[in-house]
């Protein structure tokens, strides 16, 4: 039987988002107009949160939490290797260096036992970094109580990657309230929880690092006759305070974003109902199953699997390429940013292993998972790969 390509993550677009991206188009604003404090309300709403500053990528974001928390040169910059290259590439931006934490063998997120010592080894040695941003991975929770405990022994800034996150819960609120952290960073790119197309944003109960982040997404510009050194020259005035970028979200992507917000729920009910039923189709398969800390409920950005090697099984390799034949388009997050090329050559050959991570990406494979998924393409994705595992056809 022939069947269509099964995507890893897909966005889901319905009449409502068409005809809310086309009265932006047939308003007068296209950007800079009412639709980004809408959206950036709508998210400070949710989240619990004082500040939202809307962008026009997560990558975005992190730049400007790096940039409003005073990283530059001769900082470092702490994160996970089992993440994005955005996770660390913000801290290279400002002229810092990165480094990396390795992960629970058990969450795949930031090991708190490995951020404690590597913490104290750093504090001995007088060179601990200035911010860490751990990365919530597939939208389970990191461990952030004790992340931020941490944190604040040390005098480290924390920003929260939770661009896989939108919609998670930890110890009963919302991920992204920025209880354990300065600022949280989330993405709305398509394969997301939610989308604006490409988009992002950074969330913060600090006035102070907000108006920064809003200052420095547009060229370090302001209009504000308060912010400037000066009495305002008239209506057409206005000032460079900082040497900010354009990093604005267009009010095409913000009312893309807001009308998506009233399906959040949703989609994370699906996701999850998904997950669920992937577990139980999974079960007695060789394949190591996602397990989720009972501190957290997931929003299931991505369904991993382990594949470790089993005498009379196929490798990890041989059911990648046999599900890719098959139309099922799994894939792998995340390569370890430290294996990197770039980040090897940075980094030296004196660098300490990581040897959970490694491990992890001999083995990890996302199966597809996106709100639009149907139960008879998940029992298909499910047939396959055990097929794939074990040669039998069930």
């Given amino acids: 039987m022939t069947r269509r390509t099964i995507p890893y993550g897909r966005q889901s677009i319905d009449d409502e988002d068409i005809a809310a991206v086309t009265r932006v188009l047939r308003g007068d604003w296209l950007t800079q107009g009412p639709a980004v404090p809408a959206f950036e309300a709508a998210l400070g709403a949710r989240f619990g949160v004082t500040h939202a500053v809307a962008v026009n990528s997560a990558t975005s974001a992190l730049h ?55 913490l104290a080894q750093a504090a ?14 597939a939208g389970q929770p990191c461990e952030m109580a004790a992340i ?45 929880i939610i989308t604006t197309c490409e988009g992002g944003a950074a969330l913060t109960q600090d006035l102070g690092l907000a108006q920064q982040m809003a200052l420095l997404r547009s ?28 990093y604005r979200l267009s009010d095409l992507h913000a009312a893309l974003g807001l009308s998506q917000m009233r399906r959040l729920d949703a989609f994370v009910e699906r996701r999850r109902a998904l997950a669920a039923r992937y577990d139980r189709l999974l079960e007695g398969l060789p394949v190591i199953r996602p397990w989720q800390h009972p501190e957290g409920h997931s929003s299931w950005h991505l369904y991993i699997v382990r594949l470790p090697e089993t005498p009379g099984n196929a490798s990890r390799s041989e059911v990648f390429s046999q599900l890719r034949e098959n139309g099922i388009g799994v894939n792998l997050h995340y390569i370890p940013v430290h294996m990197q ?54």
């Fill in 124 to 137: 001995a040695q007088g060179c601990l970094p200035k911010v860490i941003i751990p990365v919530h991975l």
């Fill in 341 to 394: 090329p770039y980040h090897r050559e940075r980094r030296g050959s004196s660098a300490p292993a990581l040897p959970e991570s490694e491990r992890y990406y001999a083995e990890a494979m996302s199966l597809p998972l996106y709100p639009d998924l149907t139960d008879d393409d998940q029992d298909w994705i499910v047939a396959c790969l055990e097929k794939a595992l074990t040669g039998v056809t069930p």
């Fill in 64 to 118: 400007l939490a790096c940039l409003a928390l005073g990283v530059g040169p001769g900082d470092r910059v702490w994160t996970t290797p089992i993440t994005f290259v955005a996770s660390a590439n913000c801290a290279l931006y400002c002229g810092a260096s990165v480094d990396f934490v390795d992960i629970d063998p058990i969450t795949y997120n930031m090991s708190p036992t490995a951020l404690e010592q590597q």
């Fill in 219 to 246: 060229h370090g510009i302001t209009r504000e006759p308060a912010e400037m050194d000066e009495p305002s020259h008239g209506p057409w005035y206005y000032q460079q305070l900082a040497l900010g970028l354009n």
């Fill in 148 to 192: 931020s405990a941490l944190g604040r022994r040390h005098g480290v800034k924390i920003i929260e990657d939770a661009s896989h996150a939108v919609g998670a819960e930890y110890l009963g609120e919302p991920v992204g309230n920025c209880r354990y952290s300065d600022i949280t960073v989330l993405s709305f790119h398509p394969v997301k």
